[in-house]
């Protein structure tokens, strides 16, 4: 990944007092990244935020420099599966900051039709940003998290609890709420807390270029109220591990 850029680096290394927690969030230049990345720098945390749009970054971190918080935070721009990308940015992140007490792997998207309709062309990189990027991300993450016993968060989706005939996406999330309790095996052990939260239909860009937009989709929750479990799941005590978060809006049946 590209960047590592942050408004002032300087002011970045001069926020860093040791205590601040550290956190890394995929897919954080828009929707349910983006909000996560700018509810951790009101609550004071350091930030990493990764993303495809170096545009979409760029207004991120133009935004909080605005709210005095662009020296806690980081970019890079870049694939979140591409494993070169993704350990150089983990690694830049605990040499800025010295330390990282959370990963959140967000990043994730969805292409048109199903298996019988779809283009076999736009599975992969579907498939490889859904399920090897959160892999990546805890491959990356996992040393300075053993450290600080700190927590892993995978997004994934109803969608992987609850079936659509012939959906690659649903496949995907499938895969990523089992990766979530392969994850927690592997890492509890260390002190290290892993969460899955799995959202519902969301109110963001993920709809524009569906059927009909979100006004089709049904009842919605916003982004940020999908924050909110994200926040409680890092903020848990130490020693309490959450692992499982489905939150839906009230009135979506499936």
């Not at 205590?19 to 700018?38: L, M, Q």
């Not at 997004?155 to 999330?173: C, H, I, L, Q, W």
């Not at 239909?201 to 479990?229: H, K, N």
Request: charged share 15%; aromatic share 6%; hydrophobic share 45%.
């Amino acid at each position: 990944m590209s960047g590592g850029k942050t408004q002032d680096t300087g002011a970045a290394a001069a926020d860093d007092t040791g205590s601040a927690p550290v956190t890394f969030v995929t897919g954080g230049s828009s929707g349910i990244g983006a909000e996560t990345v700018r509810r951790l720098l009101a609550a004071g945390h350091r930030v990493a935020a990764t993303g495809r749009s170096e545009a979409k970054l760029a207004a991120l971190a133009d935004q909080a420099d605005r709210l005095g918080t662009g020296g806690r935070l980081l970019t890079f721009a870049g694939d979140a599966a591409d494993w070169d990308e993704v350990s150089a940015a983990v690694g830049e992140t605990v040499r800025v900051f010295g330390r990282l007490d959370n990963a959140i792997a967000n990043a994730g998207f969805a292409v048109d039709g199903n298996i019988e309709t779809g283009d076999p062309a736009q599975w992969r990189d579907m498939v490889l940003t859904n399920v090897l990027g959160p892999a990546l991300l805890v491959r990356a993450a996992l040393p300075a998290l053993k450290e600080s016993q700190g927590r892993i968060v995978l997004v994934g989706s109803v969608a992987g609890f609850k079936n659509t005939p012939g959906n690659m996406y649903s496949a995907t999330k499938w895969a990523v709420t089992g990766l979530a309790e392969n994850v927690r095996m592997l890492v509890t052990g260390y002190g290290v807390g892993t969460t899955l939260i799995a959202p519902g239909r969301v109110l963001t860009p993920f709809w524009d270029e569906r059927p009909g937009g979100a006004a089709a989709a049904g009842p919605m929750i916003s982004a940020e109220q999908l924050v909110d479990s994200v926040m409680w799941a890092i903020g848990q005590p130490a020693g309490v591990d959450v692992n499982t978060l489905v939150v839906r809006p009230i009135g979506q049946p499936n």
